[in-house]
Structure formats: C-alpha cells, structure tokens
C-alpha cells in the first residue's frame, strides 16, 4: 500500500515520440505535484494541482501536458520527446498546498 | 530571489564519526525548511521539517536540525554515523509566500560513509 506511486519506474524511448507516466496517491491528499531530477541530480518543480487545478506551471515546454482525473492521479504526457527530457521525473503529494510534500519512488525516462 | 545552497557537494565520513551537513537558504518570507534522503535509485524521503516553534528540530534515523534565522541556515546533524546513512541529501525551502507549496531545492550533498 505505497502512498505515492509512479507508473512505469523505467521508460526507453526514441526522440521523437510520445509518452506518458503516471501517478497515485493514496493518502487523500488535495495536492499533487511533478518534479524533474536532472543527470546533475538538480530538483525542479514542474508543475502542482490542487483539487484538480492547475497552480504551478514552472516554464515547461508545451510538449510537457500534466492531467489531474481526480485528486488522487496527476499524470504527465509528453509529447515529441527530446534527449534533453532525459531525466528522473518524480510525483508527490501534499495535504494542501504548501504543507509537507511526500515523493514517490520516481520515474527514470530514457530519451534515444 | 529564492534560493538554496548546500556548500558541500560531497562529504566522506567514517562509521560513528558525527555528521554535519550544511544547509542555506535565501527567501524573502517565513520559510518552511526540509531535510530529504534519497538513497540510489529510490526517491525521496523526508528525514525532518521546520515550520515553526522550537528551532532544533528532530527527524527520523537520529538526524536533527537547528533553524538559525541569523544565519539563514538549516544545517542536519547526527551525532554517529550509520553504513546505511551513505545517500543524498538534499535541503529545501517552502512557505507562505504565495503558499503554492512549491518547493525549492538545494543542489544536494553526497554523502559517503568509511568502513
């Protein structure tokens, strides 16, 4: 009974193509959020959902299209994928914006 | 502008040796402060956090943190350790500022530990 979960934990893909990853809390949290972990190991917010709105959008491309179904799924689809999307891609989730974020256990995408 | 800096990207220290890891921050408002640990290939765990009150803190594993406001720091310490404590650790910051619960991180200290 993980708390925050990622579908898949590892993706290869080519340039070019279209992906998506997913993720679950089970915790009934309000907020949910997506981080990249760069090659350097740098975190970075990408983007955050509270109730299913959009409230952070940190200046990520258009190919990146998060999508809340409910409170308890934030997904990421990204489209014509770069190498430059290389990177750790982890899911967390807060009780309300602004308190304490719990991380799942992280998506590695392999961009060829 | 709202920032994190852990000046130590690498730290080597022997089993049971103590443990400082050094945190600090830059953020124009009431800060929330976390330590994470992500040990290889795992994602992150939180280890301890400030929000406010008494500004040593305690966290899992043993690890504590004292919130300096002067010093704009939020350094982690263990008084002796573990094998397993050999990981990443990384220190952000939140707050109210907006309170859209963003989270800026620190750029992270490898931490090594000696048989």
């Known amino acids: 009974d993980t708390a925050v979960s990622q579908t898949p934990k590892y993706l290869v893909t080519q340039m070019g193509n279209d992906k998506s990853i997913k993720c679950e809390q089970n915790?009934?949290?309000?907020?949910m959020y997506w981080y990249k972990q760069d090659s350097k190991k740098f975190l970075k917010i990408m983007f955050s959902?509270?109730?299913?709105?959009?409230?952070i959008n940190e200046t990520v491309p258009n190919r990146f299209s998060p999508k809340s179904p409910d409170k308890a799924h934030l997904n990421l689809h990204i489209n014509s994928l770069e190498l430059g999307d290389s990177a750790v891609y982890f899911c967390?989730?807060?009780?309300?914006?602004?308190?304490?974020?719990?991380f799942g256990p992280g998506t590695r995408l392999t961009v060829l | 502008a709202q920032s994190v800096t852990q000046p130590d990207i690498h730290i080597t220290v022997s089993e049971g040796a103590s443990l400082e890891l050094r945190c600090n921050y830059s953020?124009?408002?009431?800060?929330?402060l976390f330590w994470y640990v992500q040990s290889p290939g795992q994602g992150l765990q939180l280890l301890l956090k400030?929000?406010?009150?008494?500004?040593l803190v305690q966290g899992i594993k043993g690890f504590e943190a004292e919130f300096k406001r002067s010093q704009s720091s939020f350094n982690l310490r263990k008084p002796s350790v573990h094998w397993s404590d050999a990981a990443e650790y990384f220190c952000?910051?939140?707050?109210?500022?907006?309170?859209?619960?963003?989270?800026?991180f620190g750029q992270g200290t490898t931490l090594q530990v000696k048989p």
């Open positions: 953020y124009g408002a009431t800060p929330y």
């Open positions: 915790l009934g949290h309000d907020t």
């Open positions: 967390a989730s807060s009780q309300v914006s602004g308190s304490t974020q719990y």
């Open positions: 959902y509270n109730n299913k709105e959009l409230i």
């Open positions: 952000a910051v939140g707050g109210t500022s907006g309170n859209t619960g963003k989270l800026i």
């Open positions: 400030y929000f406010s009150g008494d500004t």
